[in-house]
């Protein structure tokens, strides 16, 4: 599976932007997938994940609420509405995916991964 994420540009603090990410392949409704963020100088972080095969959908506390992922499973596409967005916020997002059904927050337990998409939010 190949994962291309996009979407991602220079946002003021407040504003909102939606992350794409194309599969090369039907992925979004037989895998589990997620979205990753590192900022500069930070390890890895998980954002958000959602397994259709196991119906949960999961969020880091720190975007409860202001982040959203979705997928459209006819485009093999999947989202993430992120608003209210805080300088904190700037990192490059990554989207992932794993064959296995149950939502995991570790960055190791994802197989395929995007490309990345820089955001960078100015106060």
């Known amino acids: 599976v190949q994962l291309q994420a996009s979407g991602g540009g220079l946002v003021q603090a407040g504003g909102s932007l939606r992350l794409s990410c194309a599969a090369s392949?039907?992925?979004?409704?037989?895998?589990?997938v997620a979205w990753f963020r590192q900022a500069p100088g930070k390890e890895r972080e998980f954002v958000a994940a959602?397994?259709?095969?196991?119906?949960?959908?999961q969020y880091a506390e720190s975007v409860q609420g202001r982040f959203f992922i979705s997928t459209d499973n006819a485009e093999n596409t999947m989202y993430l509405q992120i608003n209210s967005l805080k300088p904190d916020d700037t990192a490059v997002y990554y989207c992932?995916?794993?064959?296995?059904?149950?939502?995991?927050?570790?960055?190791?337990?994802?197989?395929?991964w995007g490309q990345g998409t820089l955001v960078t939010v100015s106060s």
């Open positions: 392949r039907r992925t979004f409704s037989s895998y589990t």
């Open positions: 959602r397994s259709w095969r196991a119906g949960t959908t």
């Open positions: 992932a995916a794993r064959t296995w059904a149950t939502v995991v927050p570790g960055p190791g337990s994802y197989e395929y």
